[in-house]
């Protein structure tokens, strides 16, 4: 219960908060702050109490919730997604700090935030389909408003091309979810969308699991989000408040490779197997189209965002180099895009707050009069390009291990990646923070303050931190992505694979019309249908 | 020919609430007489009836039983549409109360003509005779024709009767020829003889009865407004009174699709192969019409019209795969729309104003910085009208789109779900109006207790159902 007690803090959090008088504005914000504070530690204490040696899921609750239809309510923890959990209560944290000074409705801002830290943790947490699906979707909607609401001027379309293009993915995946939960229950007799017992026993022919797998890709991918899935990424950055561009980036993203690693690879080994060359091209792609992009931006957070879709390329290569190498370097350089990523919307968002722009041509020279912001953005900018004895470095070097034991050429078009990242990451810097200190705007910028400092200060720890003794973060998920790997090996297909892909037809819905008369005659299934 | 009444099929007990209510109904009218107009003892009575109606269901044990010569059954499927009309007729009377002070309604009808109406829904619901479900819907249709012109001095309100009145007119030819050719080939009006007659293959292709089942797919489709039956149902919506409106969209509609999913997986299932695919057909344009017409919308009624005709067609997925799960589904699925509707429409009787004033989606602005807790209801009922988690919509939808993937309708299901992220838009469009526009114009809202309680109810329904839906489901797939 401990794990659902942190889950939804924040949302009940947010419930106290409705009640608040609008007036007190820091009480609000302190009662925030409280609760999110509490939330991390109580998270950390998770970590503490986690057993690195096993994949099992820990911290695990499972009760019925819709017993008509064989759903509970089954939470639980495994290496895969411990990490991301900490991590967002930890972001949604320094969330709360960095939006100190937002002016416009501050209650329900706060609100807001807190309602979608608990959709976030949810998501990482279900172990049942149809409640993942439930936390999937909730999200969403407080991410809308805070685009939405306190966004820049073209919010509205951002927020609504946000929302659209989530939905429609999911919306699939949806389908995809109902089509197994019947699968399992004709095949196994049970009525569940229970994740493990799914991935225990889903036994589908190949051509069933291409399309299942491409449902669940879609949803994913757009998430990710991966070339051509992206559009809608550096319109909702762009447009997003400071504070609901480092979630986007630092949890919502990962969310869309979460599932790829909690769903495709598991449910659909074969089929992940198969469409490894497609996936590794399209991260290629993004890969490299998203830094190049990014290299020709003018606006600093669109610079960022195109540079999101570039590491995002990696981390999904990563997941499809389908061995430890490329998992453990994905999950790690999941981390490591949330911190350093999040950081650099941090550092653009406190020039912005200054300057209320964004365009790289008004700043240069920064770095006289605003030398600790001039420092800790050359930190994190180098973060991000992975130069050794930082975190990137770590993440990257793996998932290029990882890949070059698929592929060397697929390895070398990546490697290609890291090379353009310094270019438009340095490139960036130079022109914003050296060069002739012009113009006149510039002149009298004050340099970071306390607060912001306790914003930045604890991502540049991690940054050091991860880069030079990444142990403690990569030992919580050896056990689980060995379990992983050892599922999306060929070899360990289940053997009735082969015999199932006989005797099935072209399609997906495949389904002879004896199996649809003998699944039309488990209509009245005893779990289904209560008697 | 079989007698038509043999005197031991007449069952009182089985048809209790169809009594119950008439006798409740007359009583308003009576009282109306003496009474001298007061609203407040009206309602009461009705409410009452509607409570009485709602207990004497249960009155027949053990189900399912067929009486009046296996034409009218209590069954698991009535009861509970029972149910479902009795808590919406109830709603929609809590929702007039203010409305009818506010638009000088006076007329004390109005009360007795939402009760007969649910007399009709009940026969509608409840029947297995063609003869029955032609009586129940000519009730049903009646009623509203006088309820959708109630605002005499409107011209709109007369449009929307009389719109309603010629084009319901001819729906009914429709069915009622559709019926007869039925009869013709088939030599029977009951539902269970049907059934046995189109067993033999070579009485399903007989030329008659596929254009009877032709004729009587265009009646029940108009009346459950889809597309291409639809025409009138947006010019209705927006001239009739609002909670006539609310009131139309939930329980007159149900009750259609109660009779339409009898009269097809009693008495058609085996010639499923002749009508599934027109049926998919209507099913899929009222999706795509209903959601691409609401986006078009600046006005919230006409939006929420195209959005019910949307919603017909998610539903006509029930019927087409008629399973039992299909017809649980069907049953979640309206009281869950029940309480959205009620909900929203309730909201939008909070902000109109004098006249049908104030509807429009612009209207809206800003509303969430000023009445939070209205604009939070209303964002409530449209994310579960879209089928979002975790709200009544998305069980509901969940539901529907089970049964029909587990008939292997699943191009269907495919084509629903896409339909659902475009009803998406529409549904964000107002929450962005509420949210994250400017506010434009003073709100003056009106506030009353009978309102807020619908708004309430629906409020509770919707997540309720959302979240913790197993008791309703149970009792659904009974």
Redesign the interface.
């Known amino acids: 219960m401990f794990l659902t007690f942190i889950t939804f803090l924040p949302f009940f959090g947010a419930v106290f908060l409705?009640f608040m008088p609008k007036e007190n504005e820091n009480g609000i914000k302190q009662t925030a702050l409280a609760i999110a504070v509490a939330d991390f530690l109580l998270s950390l204490l998770l970590w503490t109490n986690f057993d690195d040696n096993t994949h099992k899921m820990q911290f695990g609750v499972n009760i019925?919730?819709?017993?008509?239809?064989g759903i509970n309510y089954h939470i639980g923890m495994d290496g895969i997604s411990l990490l991301l959990f900490v991590m967002t209560t930890f972001l949604t944290m320094i969330c709360i700090i960095a939006s100190w000074d937002v002016k416009k409705?501050i209650r329900?801002y706060m609100m807001a935030m807190l309602a979608l830290s608990t959709g976030m943790l949810g998501v990482f947490i279900a172990l049942d389909l149809?409640m993942f699906?439930?936390f999937w979707?909730?999200q969403?909607?407080p991410m809308?408003?805070i685009v939405?609401?306190w966004g820049g001027p073209r919010?509205?379309y951002a927020?609504?091309k946000f929302?659209?293009f989530t939905?429609?993915g999911s919306?699939?995946m949806?389908?995809a979810i109902?089509?197994i939960?019947?699968h399992i229950q004709q095949t196994t007799g049970v009525a569940t969308a229970d994740i493990l017992y799914i991935t225990d026993h889903l036994d589908v022919s190949l051509d069933a699991q291409k399309w299942l797998w491409m449902a669940f890709f879609l949803a994913f991918a757009i998430k990710v989000p991966m070339f051509p899935f992206h559009t809608w990424l550096p319109d909702a950055h762009v447009e997003a408040p400071t504070a609901g561009s480092v979630i986007l980036a630092g949890v919502l993203l990962k969310m869309g490779t979460y599932g790829f690693l909690r769903f495709n690879l598991p449910f659909f080994p074969q089929a992940s197997y198969e469409f490894v060359p497609m996936v590794a091209w399209l991260s290629i792609i993004g890969i490299i189209y998203g830094a190049l992009v990014a290299m020709v931006q003018e606006d600093l957070k669109k610079l960022v965002a195109y540079s999101s879709v570039s590491h995002l390329g990696f981390i999904m290569l990563g997941i499809f180099a389908l061995n430890p190498y490329g998992i453990q370097g994905a999950l790690i350089q999941n981390i490591n895009h949330g911190i350093s990523t999040s950081a650099l919307f941090l550092l653009v968002g406190i020039i912005y707050d200054r300057r209320h722009t964004r365009m790289i041509a008004e700043f240069g020279g920064l770095a006289k009069i605003m030398p600790k912001y001039a420092i800790c953005f050359m930190i994190v900018a180098l973060s991000s390009i992975g130069l050794p004895g930082m975190n990137g470095f770590v993440g990257e070097f793996l998932v290029l291990l990882g890949i070059f034991q698929v592929n060397g050429l697929w390895a070398a078009f990546a490697t290609s990646g890291v090379i353009l990242a310094a270019c438009y990451i340095l490139w960036m810097f130079q022109r914003v923070m050296f060069l002739e200190l012009k113009n006149p705007k510039n002149m009298n910028l004050k340099d970071m303050n306390s607060r912001e400092m306790i914003t930045i200060a604890p991502l540049i720890v991690l940054i050091f931190w991860i880069g030079l003794y990444p142990e403690p973060f990569m030992k919580t998920f050896d056990a689980s992505v060995t379990h992983l790997v050892s599922k999306v090996n060929p070899e360990n297909f289940r053997p009735t694979q082969e015999h199932h892909e006989d005797s099935h037809g072209e399609h997906?819905?495949l389904?002879t019309p004896t199996e649809?008369a003998s699944?039309?005659q488990k209509?009245?299934m005893p779990v289904?249908?209560?008697e | 020919m079989e007698p038509i009444l043999a005197p031991e099929s007449i069952d009182l007990i089985a048809l209790a609430p169809v009594l119950v209510l008439s006798v409740f109904a007359m009583m308003v009218l009576v009282l109306d007489l003496w009474g001298g107009r007061n609203k407040t003892l009206l309602m009461f009575t009705s409410l009452v009836g509607l409570l009485m109606t709602a207990i004497s269901a249960f009155a027949k044990h053990p189900i399912p039983a067929y009486s009046f010569n296996d034409s009218y059954v209590v069954d698991h499927l009535s009861l509970f549409f029972i149910c479902i009309f009795t808590v919406s007729s109830a709603l929609a009377i809590l929702l007039s109360a203010d409305y009818n002070e506010r638009e000088g309604i006076r007329a004390g009808e109005y009360y007795a003509l939402i009760l007969f109406c649910t007399v009709g829904m009940i026969l509608l619901a409840s029947s297995t005779d063609m003869i029955m479900i032609f009586l129940g819907i000519e009730i049903v249709s009646i009623c509203l024709y006088v309820l959708a012109g109630i605002r005499r001095n409107d011209h709109k309100s007369n449009e929307a009767a009389l719109k309603y009145f010629l084009l319901g007119a001819f729906a009914t030819g429709f069915l009622l020829y559709g019926m007869t050719l039925v009869y013709g080939s088939t030599g029977s009006t009951n539902l269970f003889k049907i059934a046995d007659f189109v067993q033999h293959p070579s009485a399903q292709s007989n030329p008659l009865l596929l254009m009877g089942l032709v004729l009587l797919i265009i009646g029940f489709g108009f009346k459950v407004a889809s597309v291409p039956f639809h025409m009138w149902a947006p010019d209705v919506y927006q001239g009739a009174p609002t909670p006539v409106t609310a009131f139309m969209a939930v329980g007159p509609k149900a009750a259609a699709f109660a009779a339409f999913f009898r009269v097809f997986a009693e008495a058609f299932p085996k010639m499923s192969p002749s009508w599934e695919l027109l049926l998919s057909i209507i099913a899929v344009l009222s999706m795509f019409v209903g959601n691409l017409g609401a986006i078009m919308q600046t006005n919230i009624k006409r939006m929420l019209a195209f959005s019910s005709i949307s919603h017909a067609g998610y539903i006509l997925m029930a019927v087409i795969a008629k399973?039992?799960?299909a017809s649980?589904s069907l049953l979640f699925y309206m009281l869950s729309y029940a309480f959205m509707t009620f909900g929203a429409f309730g909201i939008v009787i909070i902000l109109g104003r004098k006249g049908e004033e104030n509807l429009e989606i612009s209207n809206y602005s800003g509303l969430?910085?000023k009445h939070?807790v209205i604009a939070i209801s209303m964002t409530i009922f449209l994310?579960s009208l879209g089928g979002?988690?975790?709200f009544a919509g998305?069980?509901a939808k969940?539901y529907l789109?089970?049964a029909a993937?587990?008939?292997?309708l699943?191009?269907l299901?495919?084509i629903a779900?896409?339909n659902?992220?475009i009803s998406?838009?529409y549904y964000?469009k107002v929450i962005?109006f509420m949210?994250?526009k400017e506010q434009e114009a003073e709100f003056k809202i009106s506030l009353t207790p009978m309102t807020l309680f619908v708004v309430l109810i629906g409020v509770v329904g919707t997540i309720n159902l959302g979240i913790f839906?197993?008791a309703i489901?149970?009792l659904a797939?009974?």
């Open positions: 409705a019925p919730w819709i017993e008509a239809w409705h329900e149809f699906y439930v979707e909730f969403l909607v809308y408003i939405g609401v919010r509205i927020s609504v929302f659209l939905a429609v919306l699939l949806l389908v109902i089509w939960y019947f997906a819905q389904m649809m699944l039309n209509l009245q289904l249908i209560k | 399973s039992s799960l649980s969430a910085y939070p994310l979002l988690p975790p998305f069980v969940f789109f089970s993937v587990q008939e292997g699943i191009t299901v495919i779900v896409l659902s992220a998406l838009y964000l962005v949210y994250m839906p197993n489901i149970a797939s009974h």
